[in-house]
């Protein structure tokens, strides 16, 4: 059964989801640096951990889902549509892309942020607070991108090798929320980093588990037989 094209109506609306996703993931990229939660992120370890998730975690997530290379291809000049498609195959990008980059970016960063007195010094410095949560941010974007390709993607890599490298990146962020909880980082009290550590370990988790979803239903669609599921 073939179905009915879509309607310039539907495909008017459905060109509207992606910049509104955009809109939402930069919002929550937001509350994590200005508001009642970064504010009090600065004497609630919780509250740090609440930013974390938003800001390295959900905003990416929703950002990679916005896909914002095709927007901007969609809508830039043919020149600039050109210089960006070639900034995309460039050599940098493919390093950046690769998933055990992203991962040692996003994962490794963190380590360092909690284990060594980075988290207490970013507190006491504007700039260092600020690039540490650029580079939060940065990399929960690469990490996404590199798992669930929802943009045009010249470096791809295979299925299973991004849920293996996936698989232990999530490991490598369950164990680090498991030492923040028995080894607070410093200048923050041992009830604050349990609470902060159970968060870090659960709600990472629930939103990891989105994240599985995506690729596992990209997989699926990807490798299953064509027409397995026609009408």
């Known amino acids: 059964m073939v179905g009915s094209p879509p309607s310039p109506l539907t495909s008017k609306c459905w060109g509207l989801i992606p910049p509104m996703i955009a809109a939402v993931a930069g919002s929550f990229a937001a509350s994590a640096i200005i508001g009642p939660i970064a504010n009090r992120a600065h004497m609630d370890f919780t509250a740090h951990m609440v930013g974390h998730l938003l800001l390295g975690m959900i905003a990416p997530i929703l950002l990679v889902l916005a896909a914002p290379i095709t927007l901007a291809l969609r809508t830039l000049d043919v020149q600039s549509a050109r210089r960006l498609s070639k900034l995309l195959k460039s050599w940098p990008l493919r390093i950046l892309s690769n ?133």
Not at 173 to 182: C, P, R
Request: aromatic share 14%; net charge neutral; proline share 5%.
């Open 99 to 231: 998933p055990i980059t992203a991962s040692a970016l996003n994962i490794g960063g963190l380590w360092i942020l909690y284990t060594t007195g980075l988290h207490g010094l970013m507190h006491q410095n504007a700039l260092l607070h600020a690039l540490v949560h650029f580079h939060v941010f940065i990399a929960g974007y690469l990490f996404t991108a590199s798992m669930i390709y929802m943009d045009p993607a010249p470096h791809r890599f295979s299925f299973m090798f991004r849920a293996i490298v996936f698989i232990i990146s999530l490991a490598g962020h369950d164990i680090l929320s498991k030492y923040i909880f028995a080894h607070p980082p410093g200048g923050v009290t041992k009830e604050q980093a349990e609470n902060g550590g159970m968060l870090m370990y659960y709600a990472g988790d629930a939103i990891d588990v989105a994240l599985i979803c995506i690729l596992c239903y990209q997989w699926f669609k990807a490798t299953r037989p064509k027409g397995s599921l026609a009408l």
